[in-house]
């Protein structure tokens, strides 16, 4: 069986910061970024943030954390595998 690996929800009281997004106050914001959002990502991010009911900032803090660890994976020579518990069926994930 394999290792699994889980980005846990943050805890602690939340406060607003300028964008009306709440952030544990135990955490430090670095820095802020403008970014260039495509439709299909859009609404791939409102449908992430209605399934997980984490605020947008969350969920792009996770994705990038989740990008970062299949990027250092990949190029250590792992594969990245979806398995469905129920039937075994494995599939190979490529980010191109």
Same mark, same amino acid.
């Given at each position: ?7 846990? #929800?943050? +805890?602690? &009281? ?14 430090? $914001?670095?820095? !802020? ?5 495509? #439709?299909? +990502?859009? &609404? ?14 969350? $969920?792009?803090? !996770? ?34």
């Amino acid at each position: 069986m394999g290792s699994r690996t889980q980005l846990q #929800p943050r +805890a602690g &009281t939340e406060e607003p910061h300028g964008d009306g997004e709440m952030i544990d106050p135990g955490e430090h $914001v670095i820095t !802020r970024i403008t970014v260039g959002i495509i #439709p299909k +990502a859009w &609404t791939d991010l409102q449908k992430l943030i209605a399934r997980t009911r984490f605020n947008r900032t969350d $969920v792009v803090n !996770r994705a990038i954390s989740i990008y970062a660890m299949v990027d250092e994976n990949t190029r250590n020579g792992n594969e990245l595998v979806f398995r469905d518990p129920k039937t075994g069926k494995e599939r190979i994930v490529e980010i191109v």
